[in-house]
């Protein structure tokens, strides 16, 4: 529980609190507004509780993360334990690398038409301003 109570901890639990009270005194106030005759505040009522419980909802989880990445051995840390020393040769690693096989590239036999449209990009590559119209070697399609 030691872990729990670090600044960040208590920053956090101090804001699912303030959330939470927010959150179900704002459903108050929509009650107060619903029984003088507004309405569409009955709607609104129950849906500032609904989200004070999502609040706690989200904090009672995160508290659970926590207790168990740190894990039984880790809740009561030792406090003269050195820390473990590292290599400085070694390579840092964040984790398992992830291995991707490639494929290499197999060249098939041409096509024309991707070589007469690479050409054309290039061409237009060539000349920033053209347009399609001015390609030299435009081929006219007939139907």
């Not at 960040?8 to 179900?24: D, E, N, P, Q």
């Not at 400085?88 to 490639?102: E, F, K, M, Q, S």
């Not at 036999?109 to 237009?124: F, G, I, Q, R």
Request: overall charge positive; proline content about 10%; glycine content about 8%.
């Amino acid at each position: 529980m030691k872990g729990l109570w670090t600044p960040a901890w208590i920053a956090r639990h101090l804001l699912a609190l303030v959330l939470t009270a927010g959150c179900l005194g704002l459903g108050w106030w929509q009650f107060s507004r619903a029984t003088n005759g507004n309405s569409l505040s009955w709607g609104y009522m129950f849906e500032w509780p609904v989200f004070a419980g999502f609040v706690v909802f989200i904090w009672i989880r995160e508290i659970q993360l926590h207790r168990r990445k740190l894990g039984p051995a880790d809740e009561q840390p030792a406090v003269d334990a050195p820390a473990p020393a590292r290599d400085p040769d070694a390579p840092i690693t964040l984790g398992r690398p992830v291995r991707v096989a490639a494929r290499p590239v197999v060249a098939t036999e041409s096509d024309p038409e991707l070589e007469a449209y690479n050409d054309y990009l290039t061409w237009l590559a060539a000349h920033p301003g053209a347009r399609p119209a001015d390609y030299p070697r435009r081929r006219t399609v007939t139907g």
